[in-house]
């Protein structure tokens, strides 16, 4: 599968002469409601001979229109467009979500795109999705002006999971709440930190327990803790783990950033300046402070030993 095409704006963009059928949405975690719509773009272009994509933004728009309680987002912008990626799209537009753009009317909205995308034959968004100045614009809005500018439009209906609709502040609320397994479940995929390896202090090591410590500050940030996870080293292999994500009180007197480090319960092992991805898997206790090296010790062994039977599990399916 072929890189996807990225531009950082609709007027950037600079596509093949052939039909372009355009997810919209800000897709923030691209869960299972968002795959939903963005698969069935990749769906009607394979059949068509036409090119599917993305039309995504950046910053949130809260961050613009409440920066004192900005949404914390699942993942910055270069995440999504890996998992995108991974989806099989031709193209990916990353549009600046600016005070300009937010003034566009929602009547000119899909003009706006036509202009840009003179080749724009079909839109795919969610039945919820707003759009336009004050967020006027709905879906029967898009087909109207759809109609009047030979734009097929095409919304998925929400999708919902265990009786509750599928949707990224939904997510945001089990990530905080540590239940990364239902999370994982709406994602469609395990949650996952990507990253550099970066040298720590390595009390690991002199403790029998040494550790990947990765460079990665999410914006939205999951409950501290210890987690059950597997970690896809840089030549592919994946190699089960346990990982703690926290400010290490026992062995931290100053105020720090919570760190994400990984004891592997394998091989092979990573290098300084290698870059891995740890997927979340499976919640195991929450971080605390113990008294002393000795004791911390004897609980890194109990993780462990708790990681190891929950990889044991059968699995279900």
Same mark, same amino acid.
């Given at each position: 599968?072929?890189?996807?095409?990225?531009?950082?704006?609709?007027?950037?963009?600079?596509?093949?002469?052939?039909? $372009?059928? *355009?997810?919209?949405?800000?897709? #923030?975690?691209?869960?299972?409601?968002?795959? =939903?719509?963005?698969? @069935? %773009? &990749?769906?009607?272009?394979?059949?068509?001979?036409?090119?599917?994509?993305?039309?995504?933004?950046?910053?949130?728009?809260?961050?613009?229109?409440?920066?004192?309680?900005?949404?914390?987002?699942?993942?910055?912008?270069?995440?999504?467009? $890996?998992? *995108?990626?991974?989806?099989?799209? #031709?193209?990916?537009?990353?549009?600046?979500? =600016?005070?300009?753009? @937010? %003034? &566009?009317?929602?009547?000119?909205?899909?003009?706006?795109?036509?202009?840009?995308?003179?080749?724009?034959?079909?839109?795919?968004?969610?039945?919820?999705?707003?759009?336009?100045?004050?967020?006027?614009?709905?879906?029967?809005?898009?087909?109207?002006?759809?109609?009047?500018?030979?734009?097929?439009?095409?919304?998925?209906?929400?999708?919902?999971?265990?009786? @509750?609709p599928i949707s990224s502040s939904r997510i945001r609320e089990l990530l905080a709440a540590g239940d990364v397994?239902?999370?994982?479940?709406?994602?469609?995929?395990?949650?996952?930190?990507?990253?550099?390896?970066?040298?720590?202090?390595?009390?690991?090591?002199?403790?029998?327990?040494?550790?990947?410590?990765?460079?990665?500050?999410?914006?939205?940030?999951?409950?501290?803790?210890?987690?059950?996870?597997?970690?896809?080293?840089?030549?592919?292999?994946?190699?089960?783990?346990?990982?703690?994500?926290?400010?290490?009180?026992?062995?931290?007197?100053?105020?720090?950033?919570?760190?994400?480090?990984?004891?592997?319960?394998?091989?092979?092992?990573?290098?300084?300046?290698?870059?891995?991805?740890?997927?979340?898997?499976?919640?195991?206790?929450?971080e605390a402070k113990f008294k002393g090296l000795e004791e911390l010790q004897m609980q890194i062994a109990l993780?462990?030993?708790?990681?190891?039977?929950?990889?044991?599990?059968?699995?279900?399916?």
């Open positions: 599968m072929s890189a996807p095409l990225q531009f950082d704006s609709l007027a950037a963009a600079a596509l093949p002469a052939r039909p $372009l059928h *355009l997810a919209i949405g800000m897709f #923030d975690g691209v869960h299972l409601g968002h795959r =939903s719509v963005i698969e @069935a %773009a &990749i769906s009607s272009a394979r059949r068509s001979g036409g090119l599917a994509g993305v039309l995504t933004f950046w910053p949130h728009p809260s961050a613009l229109f409440r920066p004192e309680n900005a949404t914390k987002l699942l993942m910055p912008p270069a995440m999504k467009r $890996l998992v *995108l990626g991974q989806l099989g799209v #031709d193209f990916i537009i990353e549009e600046r979500f =600016s005070r300009e753009f @937010a %003034a &566009i009317e929602a009547a000119d909205f899909l003009p706006h795109l036509k202009r840009a995308l003179p080749q724009l034959a079909a839109v795919y968004v969610g039945e919820n999705w707003r759009f336009g100045r004050g967020r006027t614009g709905d879906v029967a809005l898009l087909v109207a002006e759809g109609r009047k500018h030979g734009i097929e439009v095409y919304s998925a209906p929400r999708l919902n999971h265990n009786g @509750a397994a239902a999370a994982n479940a709406l994602l469609g995929y395990a949650y996952f930190a990507a990253g550099i390896v970066q040298k720590g202090r390595q009390l690991g090591r002199t403790i029998g327990f040494p550790t990947l410590n990765l460079a990665w500050e999410p914006e939205l940030q999951p409950r501290l803790g210890v987690y059950a996870v597997t970690v896809t080293m840089t030549n592919g292999a994946v190699v089960p783990g346990v990982a703690n994500y926290g400010l290490r009180p026992t062995v931290e007197t100053a105020p720090v950033k919570p760190l994400l480090e990984v004891n592997l319960l394998g091989e092979p092992a990573a290098n300084y300046g290698d870059f891995i991805t740890v997927n979340w898997l499976h919640f195991l206790r929450a993780d462990r030993k708790k990681a190891l039977e929950f990889f044991r599990q059968p699995a279900k399916g």
